[in-house]
Each structure stands twice: as C-alpha cells, then as structure tokens.
C-alpha cells in the first residue's frame, strides 16, 4: 500500500477492464440461446410450408382406400407413409406439411391486420387524446367484452366459412390489444422533449406521429405480434375443428384434429400428429416472442 509525502496510506485502486464489445453480442445471444434454437426450428417450420410441394413425400389429397388407416412406419407401418395415413388413405405427413401453410398464412395475415388496426388507433387516441381517446377506448371495451366464439359464429353464418373471412374473424378481434398497449407508449411518448421540439418548429402531427413517436413504439408492436401469431394459429385451429375455418378436404391443422377425433382409441396418429404440430409450433414461437422481449427491452441487462 502506497504513502503519501504526509505518510497517509492510500488504498491502490482496482482496474476493471472493459469488456471486449466484440464479445457483447455473443453473450447478448447466449442469454437468449432457448429463443435462438426456437427461431431455428420455426425456420424449418416455414421451409417446409413454404416448399411444401418439394418436402412433402406424397399428394396430400390422394386417396388410397386400400392403406386407409395404416400406421406409423415404426409400428409395423411402411416407409411410404412414415406418420402413417388416416380414415382415407391420405398420407399424414404431406398433409401436415402442407397444413402448415394454412396455419402460418392465417397467423401472420390475422397479425397483420390486427396491428394495422390497432396501432392506428392507438397512434390516434394517445397523441389526440380527450373525445378521441374516450371514444377508440369505449370502442375497445366493447370488443373485449364481445365473446370470440358468439362473434365468429356470426360473421361465418353470414358470410359462410372460407380462409378469407376467418383471417378477417381473427384479426377483427385482435387487435384491441395492440391499441392498449400503443396508447399507453404515445401517452408517455408525447410529452417528450423531441415531441415537443417537433410542435415547435411547426412540424405536422400526422408528420410527429409516424416520424417521431412511430419508431420509439416498434418494439411493443414487434414482441406482441410475435406472441399474437402464436395466440391465432391455436384459435384457427379451433375454429376448424368447430368446421367453421378451412373446409376439407383442403389439410389445415384444425380440421385434421377434427377428422381424427374419431378414430382416436384405435388410430390415435390421425389426431396426434396435427395436434403435435400445433403445439412444437405454438411453443417456439412463444419462445421466440420471449427472446424477442428480452433483446429488445433496454431494462433488461442482457
């Protein structure tokens, strides 16, 4: 320990030494390893539905009476049909492989229209505020309260069932929270220096929302939409399973769970299969959601 020339002790100071930034990244990323290795398996999960024509062993909707009900290729089953077939005869992988078309485009659409809807409006009651707010949140309200299943029976009796008008049942009734939760972030975005800076030079609003407060709200949006496609696969599925979604013998994942119910005591693989599907793809898009949560939050010390 070092004196000084009045013969005081001084305690050495410790060093610290900063950390390699080259080496943030990696940690950043080894912190989130389960929603990476989730993103990976989703990758494949959209390879495959997007390449469904090249990956798919068979015709999803070829009848073949003679091997209906044939089981897995590892229960005395053949290689032809490794999941087996169902009540028909139709392969069970190719048409889980190409049900995963249906349920991804039916997520990311339903997600789609949900958020434009609910961040415009939100954009909107936040930044406007007074009449305006009371009214998109009175609105919001009621959309809560509107029981899902009794408003999907009605526009699908109207309208009749087909992909087009389930997206719009989904989406119509997703997006209240996207409107919440960006209301709350332009509340607290529009009294901000920047915000106020903008009025003072005589900016536009239409120019301070979408310029100004837009950007500073992506990451909610993002980490909820992410959760959201997870949320609208699950209830598309139960949507055709109730056979008010997609119609056979188009192969959705609903519909598959639906079919096989029947067959469930002695040929258990025609409801598992699709409902494994729904469930390994639910689960790593939530994993991802979370990771996405975690990267994107600047109060989480990654």
């Not at 950043?28 to 389960?34: A, D, G, H, I, P």
């Not at 909107?124 to 959309?143: E, K, L, P």
């Not at 689960?283 to 991802?288: G, H, K, Y």
Request: aromatic share 8%.
């Amino acid at each position: 320990m070092a004196t000084t020339a009045q013969g005081e002790r001084v305690r050495p100071v410790a060093v610290t030494s900063e950390p390699d930034p080259s080496q943030v990244p990696l940690r950043r990323l080894w912190r989130v390893k389960w929603g990476v290795a989730a993103a990976v398996i989703l990758l494949l999960i959209v390879a495959s539905a997007i390449f469904a024509p090249l990956v798919a062993p068979a015709d999803p909707l070829a009848v073949n009476i003679r091997h209906r009900l044939a089981p897995p290729v590892w229960m005395d089953g053949t290689a032809a049909h490794l999941l087996g077939t169902d009540q028909i005869g139709r392969d069970l992988l190719s048409r889980i492989i190409w049900g995963g078309r249906i349920s991804l485009l039916v997520g990311v659409a339903a997600v789609l229209v949900s958020t434009t809807i609910g961040v415009l409006l939100g954009l909107a009651a936040g930044y406007c505020g007074g009449r305006t707010d009371w009214t998109i949140m009175t609105i919001v309200n009621v959309v809560l309260t509107f029981p899902f299943v009794l408003l999907a029976l009605s526009v699908i009796a109207v309208l009749g069932p087909s992909l087009v008008n389930m997206i719009i049942v989904l989406g119509v009734a997703g997006w209240p929270i996207y409107c919440r939760v960006i209301r709350a972030e332009t509340l607290a975005m529009r009294e901000r220096e920047f915000v106020v800076a903008g009025r003072a030079l005589g900016m536009s609003h239409a120019r301070i929302v979408f310029r100004q407060i837009f950007p500073n709200v992506l990451s909610p949006m993002v980490v909820i939409a992410t959760l959201q496609v997870a949320q609208v696969i699950i209830l598309e599925s139960f949507l055709s399973f109730l056979g008010l979604g997609v119609q056979p013998p188009t192969p959705a994942w609903g519909n598959m769970l639906g079919e096989g119910r029947v067959y469930m005591l002695n040929s258990w693989w025609i409801a598992a299969f699709p409902g494994a599907a729904i469930f390994v793809t639910t689960l790593v898009i939530n994993l991802v959601g979370n990771a996405l949560r975690d990267w994107l939050d600047p109060h989480m010390k990654l």
